[in-house]
């Protein structure tokens, strides 16, 4: 998803849209000016920390333009939850809102949250038809597929009883150059892969509770204190039965568990999700995120990380800045001691960009294309850190006298809201500088090893 520069745009479009001043932002935000400044111009963007108290600023000032900048910012990968806009799901006088609402309640693997969101991809692809049933496999093709991001390529934790995970390490799966950029359209590719192989064992494995414990809490009261073994057959029976009158979510194709192999969604639920899919999509998001964050605690910017990116961001402004560094001073490569031309560079993530999902200026360093591509998504060995340090300092200390003060600044933001530094001058110092790659570096180095990262890589 391409986040950053949106937050900016959205935030204009709504300032404008509402005839709120920047300043009476601020006053609500209770920073200076200045930040809302560059934030509405486009020169640095917020956080996601931030995107949210911008959300409640706004809602205290017009609630429309909350909402408006929620949709902007963040379209249909809604992730700000609409309790920041005072707002649940949109009640219905034709489905009970209410239980739907519940059915991630003592929720504790990943298998709810990937079977709705994938539902919601399939019948937003079908163009809310209120025929065709959904069979099995294509909700779980789908779930792997949702899974496959998050879980292979950001290597974030499902939760050490979650079993989504451990399916999508048994595939093999020959994954292409359009799934690794982004290019993968609808995850279509993705999902052709895993659909290729015989995931039968799989889809049953998966399928053996999810599809009918989903749908449970429209039939509560029948189902309290039944045994484990009756309830899937008891939620067949009563979500078939009372498909018209209870109108439950789905119902299923057949009257017995060892038949079913697809569910029907009632029409009444597919014409609510059409009206509100935005909505119900950012409800499930935050849900999704809620859960992963409190299995991947520790881990960077985790958000960006649940679904497949839409667009990488450019680097025309960071490689803009090492290429001014480089008209000052000659500087070789950390990796491969090849001195650099300012004109042919290639800016390296020192930590993979698939662990922290940004493009900041403090974990950027200028090397060759070849070097670049060697290095992919490995961890560098630790004796690459004092020269990375080094280099760093180099590039900051070149910038800081050789172009304004306030570019410096919005240069050194990312520095010194990252590396905790007490202010932009610290940073010229090399001791205070080590100091502070020393405490976040080699703790998210350690981090990114136990999540899978491949570590000590040496150029040769």
């Known amino acids: 998803m391409k986040i950053m520069g949106k937050a900016g745009q959205a935030l204009r479009q709504v300032l404008e849209s509402y005839n709120i001043s920047q300043s009476q932002l601020a006053v609500g935000l209770g920073v200076e000016r200045p930040i809302v400044f560059r934030w509405y111009h486009e020169k640095i963007d917020p956080t996601a920390e931030t995107v949210a108290e911008i959300v409640k600023a706004l809602n205290n000032i017009n609630k429309l333009a909350a909402n408006d900048f929620i949709q902007a910012y963040l379209g249909d990968l809604t992730f700000i939850k609409n309790q920041f806009i005072s707002q649940d799901l949109p009640l219905s006088d034709q489905v009970n809102v209410t239980v739907l609402s519940q059915i991630f309640n003592n929720t504790t693997n990943s298998y709810k949250y990937l079977y709705f969101l994938s ?8 163009k809310f038809d209120t025929l065709s049933p959904i069979s099995f496999q294509e909700i779980i093709v789908e779930m792997l597929a949702n899974a496959w991001y998050p879980h292979k390529y950001f290597k974030l934790s499902f939760g050490t009883q979650d079993q989504i995970a451990n399916k999508l390490d048994t595939l093999e799966l020959e994954i292409t150059e359009p799934i690794l950029k982004f290019r993968d359209t609808d995850k279509k590719l ?106 991947n605690p520790s881990t960077p910017n985790v958000v960006n990380k649940l679904f497949m990116p839409q667009e990488r961001d450019s680097l025309a402004s960071q490689t803009k800045y090492w290429k001014t560094i480089l008209e000052y001073r000659d500087i070789e490569c950390i990796y491969s001691q090849v001195q650099l031309n300012k004109d042919d560079i290639s800016l390296d993530h020192y930590l993979p960009w698939s662990f922290v999902a940004h493009d900041q200026l403090w974990n950027l360093i200028p090397t060759t294309q070849f070097v670049n591509s060697s290095k992919s998504n490995n961890l560098p060995s630790e004796k690459y850190f004092n020269s990375f340090v080094e280099l760093q300092h180099i590039g900051l200390t070149i910038a800081y006298k050789n172009i304004s003060k306030n570019q410096w600044l919005k240069y050194t933001e990312s520095f010194v809201s990252e590396l905790k530094v007490s202010q932009a001058d610290d940073l010229l110092n090399l001791e205070i500088l080590t100091n502070a ?16 990262f491949s570590p000590n890589w040496v150029y040769t």
């Not at 789905?250 to 899919?277: G, R, V």
């Open 190 to 295: 993705l999902r052709n892969t895993i659909n290729s192989q015989n995931i039968d064992d799989m889809i049953n494995s998966i399928n053996r509770y999810v599809s009918y414990r989903l749908i449970r809490p429209f039939f509560a009261q029948e189902t309290r204190g039944l045994k484990d073994y009756d309830v899937n057959p008891t939620i067949i029976n009563l979500a078939n039965k009372q498909f018209d009158s209870k109108k439950p979510l789905y119902c299923f194709n057949a009257e017995d568990q060892k038949n079913c192999n697809a569910i029907i969604l009632h029409p009444d639920w597919i014409h609510y999700l059409e009206e509100n899919y935005t909505i119900v999509r950012g409800w499930v998001s935050w849900e999704w995120l809620n859960y992963m964050q409190q299995r």
């Open 437 to 452: 790659y020393e405490i976040t570096i080699l703790s998210l180095i350690s981090l990114a090893t136990m999540q899978g």
């Open 119 to 126: 539902l919601l991809d399939i019948i937003k692809r079908r």
